[in-house]
Structures are given as C-alpha cells and as structure tokens.
C-alpha cells in the first residue's frame, strides 16, 4: 500500500507539474486539463479530477486503495513560452505511447522546465526584425524600417533588465511604450525625411499582447469564462499601459 501511495504522489507531481508548466507558459485552460488527464491515466490512474483558470489548478487524484491526494497550485501570470508547451505536448504523447517509465518521464519534465527562454543576443535580433517588419506593414518606408530597428533593440534591453529587476510588467509596458516614442521622436528630428508613426507603432507592436489576446478567445470559445475573461483583462492592461506610455511622452514633448 505504501508503494501504491508513493507511486500515485509521483504521477501527481508530474501531473501537477505539467500543468503548471503548460499554463504560465500560454497554453488554453482545456489543453492544460486534458493533458493532464491523460498523463495521468496513461500511469494507471483512471480518476483524476482537473479544474484549472488562468492562475490556479486544482486536482485531486484517486489511488487503487480508494484514497485520494489533492494539490492546489498558484501559478502567476508570466510570459509566455510556446516552445514549452510545444514539448510538453510532445512529451505527454511520447507517455501515451509508452515510451517513457514514471521515473524518466519526470526527469524528461524536469528538463523542460528548467531550459531557459533564447540568449539575449536572439531577443534583440527578433526585436529588430519586429520592429522594421511592423514599422513597413504600417506604411513605414525602407528608409523608417531600418530606422525602426534600433528602437527594437533598445525596447528588447530595457525589458531584459527591468524583468531581471523583477519589475512589475505594469511598469515594464509603460516605460517601453515612452522609450519606443521617446525613440520615435528623436530619430525623426535628427534625420529629416523619416516618419515617426510609422517607426513608433513599428517599436509599440512589439508590446502588444498578441498570445494572451488568442488564448483568452480560445478560452471563451472552450467555455472557459473566467480564464477567459482574466486573460482578456490582462491584455486590456497592457493595451491600457502602452497608451499610458505614449501618452506621458506626447504629453512632455508636444
């Protein structure tokens, strides 16, 4: 019985782990609970109860001797990763088809987990990229895009450092939007000829909240209401913060 208890508190860790991992890194409530469903039953446990919203999971598993074990999880709003839940999906599949023992499987999560987002190098490279890509679709020339890359690299920096302040993503989005104006601004006062929307909504696209945005239609169109409706109000806040930003910065210089 004891061995039967130990087993079951580890298939609920992975479980539980899964879950999190899937949530806090953009995926849709229903994927989150029915991964976790399956991996479950996949190691032998044939009950297992999942209720999860955008910050939070709840499951109760039930054992062979008709004892249960229960975990609640607080899980933060974070940003999103969809390389993880790509392999975490990819991991419960592989459990699935019994490729990995219970042991193994948690090492395999573990691995997961644990493996940081891309260099810095890459964030600021995809930021460029971003920001002229952005900066040409919305009517920028050639000469505003290549303008629009360095306003990128710079909100790619200051986002990097304030999250490794462990400041608040209220303040991270505000002070991003201004410094993409700010930046904006200046460049179209130095070199005459560049266009300083175009370059400022080339840098601010950046920002906006496009995965929180989908997951929480996807969470409306799943029935999941709450999750979706705190999703949506988190993009809102971020919508609502880059205004803010822009709006300090017109505010000051014009």
């Known amino acids: 019985m004891e061995q039967e208890t130990e087993n079951g508190r580890k298939v609920m860790d992975l479980v539980a782990r899964m879950g999190e991992e899937l949530l806090k890194n953009g995926a849709e409530i229903a994927r989150v609970q029915d991964t976790m469903g399956i991996v479950g039953k996949a190691f032998g446990k ?3 109860d999942v209720y999860a919203v955008s910050n939070g999971i709840f499951v109760t598993m039930y054992h062979n001797d008709q004892t249960r074990c229960t975990q609640v999880k607080y899980i933060p709003l974070s940003t999103p990763n969809l390389g993880k839940v790509a392999q975490i999906n990819q991991l419960s599949r592989e459990i699935c088809e019994g490729k990995y023992t219970l042991d193994e499987a948690e090492i395999k999560m573990e691995e997961i987990a644990v493996r940081s987002g891309f260099p810095l190098l890459w964030l600021m490279g995809a930021s460029a990229l971003g920001a002229a890509s952005f900066c040409y679709l ?4 050639v000469a505003d895009s290549i303008a629009a890359a360095p306003i990128g690299i710079l909100l790619c920096l200051l986002q990097y450092a304030m999250g490794r302040a462990k400041i608040s993503k209220v303040m991270q989005t505000i002070f ?7 930046a904006g601004m200046v460049l179209a006062a130095l070199f005459v000829g560049l266009n300083m929307d175009s370059m400022t909504i080339g840098g601010l696209v950046i920002l906006v909240p496009g995965v929180p945005l989908t997951t929480s239609i996807r969470d409306f169109f799943n ?5 979706g409706t705190i999703r949506l109000i988190d993009a809102l806040l ?10 300090i910065v017109y505010r ?3």
């Open 46 to 48: 044939e009950h297992v």
């Open 176 to 182: 991003g939007s201004a410094l993409v104006t700010f």
């Open 223 to 227: 029935g999941d209401y709450l999750s």
């Open 252 to 254: 000051i210089f014009y």
């Open 238 to 247: 971020v919508a609502v913060c880059m205004a803010i930003g822009v709006g």
């Open 138 to 141: 919305f009517g920028g020339s």
